[in-house]
């Protein structure tokens, strides 16, 4: 695997968590939305089972090397974890 699949991959896993993020929106579009904007990604929440089965479908399909990686950007990027009342973020 090169390190421009990896980026793919990581792409389509933020692209897929926030689609399943309450409010939805695509990953191309927070790139649009929220540029030059800080701390956007808390206007969005994931629930944890979401977040989990996302993240561990991508880590099987990245190489061990970029597993850090995919960390780290999720860490940096993804939607925050939805709490009791997140129904209407």
Known sequence: ???KKAAELIR????????????P???????KKYKNT????WK???SSEDYTRIKNKYRKKLSRVYHMTLDMELLNYSPRLKTKGDESV
Request: hydrophobic residues 40%; glycine residues 0%.
């Open 1 to 3: 695997m090169n390190e």
């Open 44 to 46: 969005h929440a994931i």
């Open 25 to 31: 929106i695509t990953w191309e579009q927070c790139e």
């Open 12 to 23: 389509s896993c933020l692209d897929e968590m926030y689609k399943a993020s309450i409010p």
């Open 38 to 41: 800080e701390n956007w990604f």
